[in-house]
């Protein structure tokens, strides 16, 4: 019995390997869902104020992240254009930083298709700007002045998902997805200045430091890292890379627990038989 259970400590650690490969391999592939008891109030404010906008309100979207953040601010840009897209808002996007444009379109490409939205019909996507002080600025009276074409050098002041569409008294609202320190220009330059409600996600070693604005009211929600995607999924009953990341981390996470438990219990039974 006692060797029989000594044989346990000389597994070869490439089963150990194998299995923790499987278990993050797994979710990646196929989004498992394991119970969320806890969604963040936070990221339960940012889907309630899209959520009750009326169809065919104006929410602009900042996408402000490079492939450096993808896995944790990608999977919830991705649900918000979804849940935009679900409630019929009209959608613009901007950007400030040069690396987000692949991941933009990455985004559009799949998710317009899901539900049938037309570019320049149902949303814009407008072309990198480097200076986001001089293009907030200038949107806060018109924002021809500024963005004349899409993405594409297509002129936008005809198309019919900027009907209606000026400066910052036409939009419901703005969500900066960001791994830079842009979201604090939207909220001094946009949200204190104009009353625009302004929601942002951002990684998870960030989201402490927007905790003032949140308590101030200057942040209408915040989305905090792959946890605050996989959230959002949640709420919004559409599991996507947040939660097949989250069950990865779980299940390596659960994993090792079971392995440090077994050797451990294993060890006091060998030790007193």
Same mark, same amino acid.
């Given at each position: 019995?006692?060797?029989?259970?000594?044989?346990?400590?000389?597994?070869?650690?490439?089963?150990?390997?194998?299995?923790?490969?499987?278990?993050?391999?797994?979710?990646?592939?196929?989004?498992?869902?394991?119970?969320?008891?806890?969604?963040?109030?936070?990221?339960?404010?940012?889907?309630?104020?899209?959520?009750?906008?009326?169809?065919?309100?104006?929410?602009?979207?900042?996408?402000?992240?490079?492939?450096?953040?993808?896995?944790?601010?990608?999977?919830?840009?991705?649900?918000?254009?979804?849940?935009?897209?679900?409630?019929?808002?009209?959608?613009?996007?901007?950007?400030?930083?040069?690396?987000?444009?692949?991941?933009?379109?990455?985004?559009?490409?799949?998710?317009?298709?899901?539900?049938?939205?037309?570019?320049?019909?149902?949303?814009?996507?407008f072309p990198y700007m480097p200076n986001v002080?001089?293009?907030?600025?200038?949107?806060?009276?018109?924002?021809?002045?500024?963005?004349?074409?899409?993405?594409?050098?297509?002129?936008?002041?005809?198309?019919?998902?900027?009907?209606g569409i000026k400066n910052y008294k036409n939009?419901?609202?703005?969500?900066?997805?960001?791994?830079?320190?842009?979201?604090?220009?939207?909220?001094?330059?946009?949200?204190?200045?104009?009353?625009?409600?302004? $929601?942002?996600?951002?990684?998870?070693?960030? =989201? @402490? %430091?927007? +905790?003032?604005?949140?308590?101030?009211?200057?942040?209408? &929600?915040?989305?905090?890292?792959?946890?605050?995607? $996989?959230?959002?999924?949640?709420?919004?009953? =559409? @599991? %996507?890379? +947040?939660?097949?990341?989250?069950?990865?981390?779980?299940? &390596?996470?659960?994993?090792?627990?079971?392995?440090?438990?077994?050797?451990?219990?294993?060890?006091?039974?060998?030790?007193?038989?």
């Amino acid at each position: 019995m006692k060797e029989t259970l000594q044989k346990f400590f000389k597994i070869d650690r490439r089963w150990i390997f194998l299995l923790l490969t499987l278990a993050l391999f797994i979710p990646v592939m196929k989004p498992l869902g394991l119970p969320n008891k806890s969604i963040a109030q936070e990221t339960e404010r940012v889907y309630k104020a899209i959520d009750a906008l009326p169809p065919g309100s104006f929410l602009m979207l900042s996408l402000d992240y490079d492939p450096s953040t993808k896995p944790e601010l990608h999977p919830m840009a991705t649900a918000l254009v979804r849940h935009a897209f679900k409630k019929n808002l009209r959608v613009g996007v901007v950007t400030y930083v040069s690396g987000s444009t692949g991941l933009i379109e990455e985004i559009f490409s799949k998710v317009s298709k899901e539900y049938n939205k037309v570019d320049g019909v149902d949303y814009v996507v407008f072309p990198y700007m480097p200076n986001v002080v001089a293009a907030l600025t200038q949107m806060a009276s018109n924002m021809y002045g500024i963005y004349t074409v899409d993405r594409n050098g297509r002129d936008v002041s005809t198309m019919p998902v900027l009907n209606g569409i000026k400066n910052y008294k036409n939009m419901a609202m703005v969500v900066c997805v960001t791994g830079t320190g842009i979201m604090d220009s939207w909220v001094a330059l946009v949200g204190d200045k104009f009353n625009v409600p302004v $929601a942002g996600g951002v990684t998870a070693i960030s =989201q @402490p %430091g927007y +905790g003032p604005y949140l308590q101030t009211g200057q942040l209408k &929600g915040l989305l905090g890292g792959m946890k605050g995607a $996989a959230e959002y999924e949640v709420l919004l009953g =559409q @599991p %996507g890379k +947040g939660t097949s990341g989250i069950d990865a981390l779980n299940l &390596g996470n659960l994993l090792v627990l079971v392995l440090i438990l077994t050797s451990n219990i294993i060890l006091l039974v060998v030790k007193f038989l």
